[in-house]
């Protein structure tokens, strides 16, 4: 596992807000080796999600087709 040295993942995992922000990093900054993304926590925390403009962008196109 990646570490992420300004975080301490075991704790960020156990909240909805830190599951939220992993999720982030994961879209903002690339996968974790084979860490994959997962579709359906990408659509429920779509509101809440703060992303780049162009991934945001790039997922509305692959998610949705916009």
């Known amino acids: 596992m990646a570490l992420i040295w300004d ?28 860490k994959r993304i997962k579709l359906e926590e990408v659509k429920k925390h779509w509101g809440k999600l703060h992303l780049l403009p162009l991934r945001k962008r790039l997922f509305q196109l692959l998610i949705w087709g916009k």
Do not use: A, P, V, W
């Not at 993942?9 to 939220?20: V, Y």
């Not at 922000?21 to 690339?30: D, F, H, K, P």
């Open 7 to 34: 975080y301490d993942q075991k704790k960020l995992q156990k909240t909805e807000s830190g599951r939220i922000l992993l999720l982030e990093r994961l879209i903002n900054y690339g996968r974790e080796g084979n």
